[in-house]
């Protein structure tokens, strides 16, 4: 494993830092639904924010992510503010594009975040011409696109892995496997043993790994990434993962699903996993663990106050921005 | 008589439809034993089981193209596309495919299916991808019939004469419509495709609507009787095929003409209404046509924004008096 | 082979009468194109005959085809008349659908043969929509697509196969890989080293078969016909093959590509290749032979003259036949 | 001046630009060595090389989804959809994501890009598939910009200009214009998007047209000259955005109006450009305004129906009587 043992005590002590501040996040945005202030329907993470974090930590500022719909991590590592993103999805005029979208498409093109779409897999040819455009400027900057195994039934799964198949695009696909697509189990819409072994059929390599471990995903996407960085090409890692909570809040989590299934994967929770790795290796104690607990708690609080008492955008925003200013000798007439 | 919901009223005329037609069967993501995000489709599954109620793999392209397929061998499939903006993933199988069955085929092969757009509109926080208004997406395609029903009687009638009819039918369904409540019947009943309803009579304006913006409409002409202006509602209810006699009756009697609908205006279907009026009762306009939408922007996120976005009944009044004192 | 053991002298002389039957029209047709007459551009099948013929050899006429561009041979198996497709190609109101659409994507319900588009690919998940149909109708019937590997690369593919493996269709996804999508060469558009690996993202089989001989194509096609007649699913065959002409007439059969391999590839004629098996095991001798190609010949010959001598369709119709026929308490209001 | 083709024009665009800006690139479906089926991309390989022109997959959403992806990553790409009918198949890159990018991102990231929808229209015996007019899928889309040329003059101004926008543009190619020549200067020059060009000066008729039509209406103004009406023929050239004044200010002179495309009468751009003038001039309008377009079929393959299926300066010319004296 050449690349985790490079990682030193406090690359591992960040990266636990960062599970928990997504945790955070999210069980707190979750426990408020429903009580105000959250306008966006949180698409909770918990369960699977090993694979966004592993994947993402250690990019480089310039180097792209696609999140997925859940992929909050994403997000946290790569810089986006979490008090930005509370505020967003509180729909205040603090939040990304002042309000104009939601969080989870976001942009941010000084943390290195792509602008995303509301239909799941329409992002990965996008996420790919970005990587056609690392590659045109002949930067050897990285993509890396998070979805999940229902956006992979998509044809632009196919037409865009394809795609970065033959021009060697310096991309690398995170399908997040967590066995579900909305209510629909994997059983129902894929009658293949894994999406691995798609990647052959666009001639790259493609791998399963567990989703759950944060070192084991940092790894295969270091690699990846390695590969990337030297022009040869692309990689599809399938993360097998589970989400604890329901597709969205407006079900349960147990909602057809089953208990046990549910209670095994909490067994495997990746942040309690690698919290007993770290206190096991010596490099984080009780206290430790502790006031990394309270700083994400304290943090996320402060979001949280920093949404609330931010303003909604005025309605007069509304009609403003829907083309960057133009040259008048290149552009008359009337927009409407 | 008995008040249900408009999601309950398309249940209701997939139900009846699937009890009287073995042909007819219903696709979509999540539409079994989920029911659908919006409870359109509950207990569907429950009582005609996995072969005629079943979940598709998130391919909307595969899901709408499978539809005209199975049309195309005798079945009648109701294909359900969950938001109304994925359409724009399902163009070819509807524009290029379906519309286009009967007559590249030399009327040799049908293609009886319904394809509803589920949840189009504002209103719901749901950002620019889970908002759209997308029915000029479809109205310049040749062999497609249109419907947007505002109200749950509409709604059972016009999705059971669609299932019926031997051409493919796009069933646009607005998402702030599905817990409206309205009587509809218990039994049979049939709404005709392509006649107008005109929900309140008026004799000095007509405002021309459909969807969702029909309540708009019917709220402003309340407010314009009290401003002396009687208001006539006309609620396409189809735009293809178009009533053009409800339209120009219309307007041959008041005079006076705004068009009303949450679509962007520029390119929006209103502006076919308006040329069909210019061009047919052009003499008996007082004043001029205006039309009432959305802004020309994606459908925001934030409240404040979105529902600024989507037309409001003053912007009726406001069109309406301008008609008026034009 | 347990399939092709089964064919008696008479089937193996019919496949041969419906290869050439198929290479005369094309070559006819081809010839014919720029000197009057021929209005829809052609696109050779020649070289890839034995696709068709041995794929559909044996249908039912309820099991239907969904031809793809170059599967000339699809129609004149399932029995389209040739009189009828050169009256088509000649634009007359004898033609299919009266002259209202191009013979390329022709429906013929009465043989079985559905309904395609223009738009390449987009035709599968159609096909796969019929077979989906007789799954529902409890028929034991199949359908069998063809598209080239220039086609697999559309997410109409992906969608299609994955959608039919998902309910077991009773489909055989034919991918005739004549190595070009018109002009482009397979190693531009395709990274992989096969596209019959692609079978196993969606949970079924898939060959990778010799596409020139008719023998080999109807074994493996009658092998997943059983397969999916026993309700077991779907099949992907990828039949290797070349076309001899160009994309389509409107360039030399050089342009853009190495007469060396073309060569190569007469050599492995499907035509001739079958025509020497047959000659050598005594099925056929030169007499048969002569007269085989004389009917073909006279055959090609009588369907162009009807062609020539067939009316364009009245004006008038263009107007007719949007719209099925449909009951006036049903539907009313102005179409326009 | 010297006289080039359309398809020339068109290439000629492209080249400068690319000269001129390092950012420009061309990809779509043999436009490289093979230069395009219609021949416009013809020798742009060999100048440019394969990192700045080539093919990809026959994966059209890809192509068109890529090509967003590098516009945002501050390339300017130059996409080849071989032919409009295909857009079915890159809606979603266009419209729900091109289109979108500048406004979802509160201005941080723009998309500037240009879609060639190549080879639109009818004539050529293409059948359904190869022959459409699309634009209306496209002119409720806000964000879009939308050009339609119908000289050689126009198609390199504007697609130079079109380039140069930090916002996308789909630039709409008619494939029976390609071989047309016109008069084109050598050098650098602009064309002004969303200007409308009045390329005959009248008195009493107004002929608002685009793409193809455009020449349709110039022969039918020189027909009706004879017959005592002075018709003033105007080119939209951009439909979005859209140059009303020209528009209104013709109107108002003329007193008479027939808006004439290609597309379907029904849904079709004709009727944003009637309602524009039935809500701003419409005290100025002496007759009805009558729209000239396709009957409501696909677009049929055998050419007596094809032709017959293109409005011809005929079907101008009776619809201009008709207002004339009505
Ligand atoms: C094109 C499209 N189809 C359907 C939806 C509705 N939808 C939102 S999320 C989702 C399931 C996505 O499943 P997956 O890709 O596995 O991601 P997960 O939610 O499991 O993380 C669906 C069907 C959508 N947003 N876009
Ligand atoms: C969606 C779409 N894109 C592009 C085209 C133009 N086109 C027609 S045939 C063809 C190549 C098809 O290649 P392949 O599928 O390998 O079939 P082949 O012609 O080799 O038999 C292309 C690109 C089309 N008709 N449809
Ligand atoms: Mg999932
Ligand atoms: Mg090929």
Known sequence: ?336 | MREIMYRDAIREAMVEEMRRDPSVFLMGEDVAEHGGNFLVTTGMYEEFGEERVFDTPLSESALVGAGVGAAMMGMRPIVEVMFADFVTIAMDAIANHAAKVYYMSGGEVTAPMVIRLAAYGAGRRSGAHHSQSVESLLTNVPGLTIVAPSTAYDAKGLLKAAIRTPNPVVFLEHKMLYAKKGEVPEGEYLVRIGVADVKREGTNLTLVSYGRMVDVCLVAARTLEKEGVSAEVIDLRSLQPLDEETILASVRKTGHLVIVHEAPVRGGFGGEVAAVVAEKALGYLDAPIKRVGAPWVPVPFSPTLEDAYVPQEADVIRAAMAVMSG
């Not at chain 1, 976001?106 to 792509?114: F, I, K, R, S």
């Not at chain 1, 956006?151 to 399908?175: M, S, T």
Request: hydrophobic fraction near 40%; include cysteine; charged fraction near 20%.
């Open chain 1, 1 to 336: 494993m050449a690349y985790i043992e490079q990682l030193q005590p406090q690359d591992l002590l960040e990266m636990y830092r960062l599970l928990r501040l997504t945790r955070e996040f999210e069980d707190r945005l979750c426990a408020l639904w429903g009580h105000g202030g959250v306008v966006e329907l949180p698409h909770g993470s918990q369960g699977q924010e090993a694979i966004a974090i592993g994947a993402c930590y250690g990019l480089r500022q310039q180097d792209q992510v696609m999140p997925s719909l859940r992929t909050r991590g994403a997000f946290i590592v790569k810089g986006v503010p979490t008090s930005l993103q509370m505020a967003g999805i509180f729909g205040k005029a603090t939040g990304p594009a002042r309000g104009k979208s939601t969080t989870h498409h976001m942009a941010d093109p000084e943390h290195g975040v792509l602008l995303g779409t509301g239909l799941i897999g329409s992002d990965i040819p996008v996420a790919v011409g970005a990587a056609l455009a690392f590659k045109l400027q002949k930067k050897d900057n990285v993509v890396i696109n998070f979805f999940g195994d229902g956006a992979a039934q998509r044809g632009d799964f196919h037409e865009g892995l394809n795609f970065a198949g033959v021009f060697k695009l310096p991309i690398v696909f995170v399908l997040e496997n967590n066995g579900y697509a909305e209510y629909t189990p994997l059983e129902k819409h894929f009658a293949g043993d894994n999406f691995a072994c798609r990647a052959e059929g666009y001639g790259f390599p493609g791998e399963r790994i567990d989703g759950n471990n944060v070192l084991v995903v940092y790894e295969a996407v270091q690699r990846a990434i390695a590969r990337a960085r030297a022009g040869e090409g692309p990689t599809l890692l399938e993360c097998m993962t589970f989400r604890y909570r329901s597709h969205c809040e407006a079900r349960a989590p147990e909602y057809l699903r089953d208990p046990v299934q549910l209670a095994s994967w909490h067994e495997k929770d990746p942040v309690r996993q690698f919290e007993a790795y770290l206190l096991e290796c010596g490099v984080l104690d009780e206290a430790g663990m502790e006031s990394i607990a309270a700083a994400a708690q304290d943090e996320i609080s402060a979001s949280i106050r920093f949404a609330e008492e931010s303003p909604f955008p005025p309605a007069a925003e509304l009609s403003e921005g829907a083309y960057a200013p133009e040259d008048p000798a290149l552009v008359g007439g009337r927009r409407i």
